[in-house]
């Protein structure tokens, strides 16, 4: 079965740094594009960065653009997030996903990991 797991979380002041891991196993982790998602009580799971296989490719959501850095080892199985100058309404729940597009580009496969927790406070 395909397993995913994130770690890294914690909690951080505000304008605070960190770096989140994800490893996968079950799969063939070249072949998938990744992301990162973040979630609160209440409201939707929020993408916040995703990447091709290869790791090139990179695009990021607006609320946290110019502020994290989603990358990718595939000899290690892992997918990063680096989040820098972290704000109070960072805080959430962070997942990371595997997946793959269909043939109009709508979301074909996907897999995720249990989620780990960022809390921006002073």
């Known amino acids: 079965q395909v397993q995913l797991v994130e770690s890294g979380g914690g909690s951080v002041q505000p304008g605070g740094s960190l770096n989140l891991s994800c490893v996968a196993s079950g799969i063939t982790f070249n072949h998938y594009r990744a992301a990162w998602y973040r979630e609160v009580p209440g409201r939707q799971r929020e993408v916040i960065a995703r990447?091709?296989?290869?790791?090139?490719?990179?695009k990021y959501g607006d609320s946290v653009k110019g502020r994290c850095t989603i990358s990718r080892d595939n000899g290690r199985n892992t997918v990063y997030l680096q989040m820098r100058s972290l704000r109070p309404e960072d805080t959430a729940v962070y997942f990371c996903?595997?997946?793959?597009?269909?043939?109009?580009?709508?979301?074909?496969?996907?897999?995720w990991g249990q989620g780990t927790q960022i809390t921006v406070s002073s």
């Open positions: 990447t091709d296989p290869d790791g090139v490719g990179k």
């Open positions: 996903s595997l997946y793959q597009l269909g043939t109009s580009l709508e979301i074909a496969e996907q897999y």
